[in-house]
């Protein structure tokens, strides 16, 4: 695309050309001023990392097992699995996106992050709100409603976190540096924008009956429209032409990719509720909405995907790269799948089990939690100026995720299908559709505990990382890394 | 300026879905009235559904039987569709998105025993061989003898060694609350009060 994409490709060309020696001043800048946030923020999403994952592998191992750990309230599968979906969602996800988003706007603003006392408030009192709420599911008091179990204080507190890191951020957007907003800001300003009154909206009790439950699809579904699906849009479109080199395929294609996404993935919520005591004309507007996600979904995977594959030996060799191209290509992947799950004729068989929870996962774990390890990976060690102490871990983390998610998927979709298939033929009895996915929910939950041991080793290797221990390394994790990545 | 422009259409785009998948449905069900098909909890069934909340029963139990032609739920007897008049007093909802176990709407209607429900929330296994629902102790006390008025679960000597166990009043309402979940009354197609047929 020519000239265009090439004034957009490379997110920190200088304002003006003004020497290497003035960049480097700023670069050094703006590295100091985003070090310390986003290390805050990243050490928290790492220990709700962890702490979701065993919530995660216990919630599911209690389908193999269903006396394990069961004598006690508090550890009843029925606590523990919104206390996993919560701890990853805003926890893991909501952090690191948080602070990985810290980081890109100093990059893609080129200035100085403003106000970070804010940030720093922010990471407290987010962190506090996921502790209370977390607790009190544990303890009891779910808000009862899925994704928004979280009782009002812990609700409250999470608002106030988002809103003091938005703050900081709009203020650094204001005093930016640059001419030119590059396509990962588009959603990252975005993001900023809506996820407060999406969170608000959502606890503020203002529906009761099925004007509750359509409000609760909504709000879930669009909570990976306004905050975890942008932001990895957001790290794809920066470190895929970042790391190769090379611009994103086409910009208009980013332009008319952004604005279908904001106008078509808002309707989607209620393809969650199909052949429910819903309004049948609302449904049927989210069936068409999720089809006419196939517009972004496309355009983002040509530009992402057209712009990877010509380098693909690039993709092998970096960490960065491999993570967020894994990531990339599960994002097209899940949204074609989700295009198509969201008609009646699926519906009908794969709604209320265990498939939905496998897309859910391809959508948060494979794609959004990929490509924000990718995006971890690249930016620690030009925080930390440090390089990773053991790259050998980093292939470990790879593999088991990779592997794990694969797995977990493949298995959740195979045995929710049968399930499925097996409920809706009154022929059979109701246990038939319990039964046939046992051996799947086993298979499922070796996913789950590989998953939960790569992330284990990736939260470690942070670990060390922040302490700036472990071996002292001169070049990139991975020998033959490419010249780009060196150079921040 | 363009800066505006930018955020004005974002946030447009976001308000829009808000109206249109939540609030106009919102603002044609507020029109909806119970009376005939939902009845209000009493404070036992009321506290009984905080229970089924707390312990998370939505996870694996939905409360919306399909329609006839979507699924085998008429085939099973699940009881007719569900309507939003239904649902008039439900705050949160419970009309789930999974069904590990059955559906529960009509589940009072199908196992109206006050037994069956003791003994099933204390072990599943007991009744449904390979069930995967967890069992619910902390609901239950193990006594020397029932106090008055106590129904004492029918369980096997080897399994209570002398004692015998007894739902607590936690378990009371929520088998109190499992037995008011009957939607089988007909629906009333009047024109003010249904929701079938909303103008």
Redesign the interface.
């Known amino acids: 695309m020519g000239s265009v994409s090439d004034n957009f490709t490379t997110p920190i060309q200088p304002h003006h050309s003004s020497g290497a020696e003035h960049d480097e001043q700023i670069r050094i800048l703006i590295d100091e001023s985003v070090a310390a946030p986003t290390v805050a923020y990243l050490a928290g999403a790492m220990v709700w990392l962890v702490v979701g994952s065993l919530f995660g592998a216990l919630a599911s191992l209690?389908?193999n097992l269903?006396?394990l750990l069961?004598?006690?309230?508090i550890l009843?599968?029925?606590?523990i699995?919104?206390a996993h979906l919560n701890t990853v969602v805003y926890g893991w996800v909501s952090l690191a996106g948080a602070g990985v988003t810290v980081w890109l706007m100093g990059r893609l603003c080129r200035a100085p992050i403003q106000w970070t006392g804010l940030l720093y408030a922010s990471v407290v009192v987010w962190n506090l709100g996921l502790l209370l709420g977390t607790g009190l599911i544990l303890a009891?008091?779910?808000?009862?409603?899925?994704w928004l179990e979280f009782p009002l204080p812990a609700a409250l507190l999470i608002a106030t976190g988002f809103v003091l890191f938005a703050v900081s951020m709009f203020r650094t957007f204001m005093l930016r540096k640059v001419d030119h907003?590059y396509v990962s800001l588009?959603y990252i300003?975005?993001a900023l924008?809506?996820f407060p009154?999406?969170y608000i909206?959502a606890n503020a009790g203002l529906?009761?009956?099925?004007?509750?439950?359509?409000?609760?699809w909504?709000f879930a579904h669009?909570l990976l429209t306004?905050w975890v699906t942008p932001i990895g849009l957001a790290c794809a479109y920066y470190f895929i032409p970042k790391v190769i080199g090379r611009p994103i395929y086409s910009y208009y294609l980013g332009l008319l990719g952004f604005?279908t996404f904001?106008?078509f993935?808002?309707?989607n919520?209620?393809h969650?509720?199909v052949?429910?005591?819903?309004?049948t004309w609302?449904v049927s507007?989210?069936i068409v909405a999720s089809l006419l996600m196939f517009i972004p979904v496309i355009t983002v995977a040509i530009n992402h995907h057209l712009t990877a594959f010509r380098h693909l030996r690039m993709v092998k060799q970096s960490p960065t790269l491999r993570f967020v191209v894994f990531g990339a290509m599960c994002y097209t992947f899940v949204s074609v799948q989700g295009s198509l799950e969201a008609t009646?004729t699926m519906q009908?068989v794969v709604?209320?089990?265990h498939y939905?929870?496998a897309h859910a996962h391809l959508g948060v774990y494979a794609f959004a939690s990929m490509v924000l390890f990718g995006a971890v990976y690249y930016l620690m060690p030009r925080v930390m100026r440090w390089e990773w102490p053991y790259p050998g871990a980093i292939k470990v983390h790879f593999w088991t995720t990779s592997a794990g998610i694969a797995l977990y998927f493949l298995a959740g979709t195979a045995g929710g299908w049968l399930q499925g298939e097996a409920?809706?033929?009154?022929?059979q009895p109701?246990?038939n559709?319990?039964?046939v996915t046992?051996p799947y929910l086993w298979a499922r939950s070796a996913g789950g505990i590989l998953m939960t041991i790569g992330n284990v080793v990736f939260v470690w290797q942070f670990a060390v990382m922040v302490r700036r221990a472990g071996p002292l390394r001169f070049t990139s994790a991975w020998s033959r890394i490419t010249s780009h990545e060196d150079t921040p | 300026m363009r800066?505006y422009v930018?955020?004005l259409?974002?946030?447009a785009?976001?308000l829009?879905?808000?109206i249109?998948?939540?609030g106009?449905?919102?603002a044609?069900?507020?029109r909806?009235a119970g009376e005939q098909e939902a009845k209000r909890y009493t404070a036992e069934q009321l506290h009984g559904r905080s229970i089924y909340?707390?312990?998370?029963?939505?996870?694996?139990h939905?409360q919306?039987p399909?329609?006839q032609g979507?699924?085998?739920d008429q085939?099973?007897l699940w009881g007719r569709?569900?309507?939003?008049a239904?649902?008039?007093?439900?705050?949160?909802?419970?009309?789930?998105?999974?069904?590990?176990?059955?559906d529960l709407f009509n589940i009072a209607a199908r196992q109206p025993s006050q037994v069956w429900h003791s003994l099933h929330l204390f072990n599943?296994?007991l009744i449904?061989p390979?069930?995967?629902?967890?069992?619910?102790?902390?609901l239950f006390a193990a006594k020397f003898s029932p106090a008055p008025g106590e129904t004492p679960l029918n369980l096997p000597d080897s399994l209570v060694r002398g004692n015998v166990v007894v739902l607590t009043d936690e378990g009371n309402d929520l088998v109190a609350y499992l037995l008011s979940l009957d939607h089988t009354t007909p629906i009333l197609m009047r024109r003010n009060d249904s929701t079938r047929t909303?103008q």
């Open positions: 209690k389908f269903p006396d069961s004598s006690q309230a009843t599968f029925g606590r699995r919104p009891g008091f779910s808000g009862g409603m899925e907003i588009w300003l975005a924008v809506w009154p999406l909206i529906y009761q009956g099925v004007s509750e439950a359509a409000m609760n909504w669009n306004v604005w904001a106008l993935y808002n309707w919520g209620l969650h509720l052949g429910g005591p819903i309004p609302a507007l989210s009646r009908e709604h209320f089990t939905t929870v409920m809706i033929d009154a022929t109701f246990m559709s319990v039964s046992l | 800066v930018f955020i259409g974002v946030l785009t976001f829009l879905g808000w249109g998948i939540v106009i449905p919102a044609m069900l507020g909806v909340i707390r312990e998370g029963c939505m996870y694996c939905s919306q399909r329609a979507f699924g085998g085939q099973r569709a569900s309507v939003p239904d649902y008039v007093y439900d705050r949160p909802h419970l009309l789930g998105t999974m069904r590990t176990g059955p599943p296994r449904t390979g069930s995967v629902m967890p069992r619910y102790p902390w909303s």
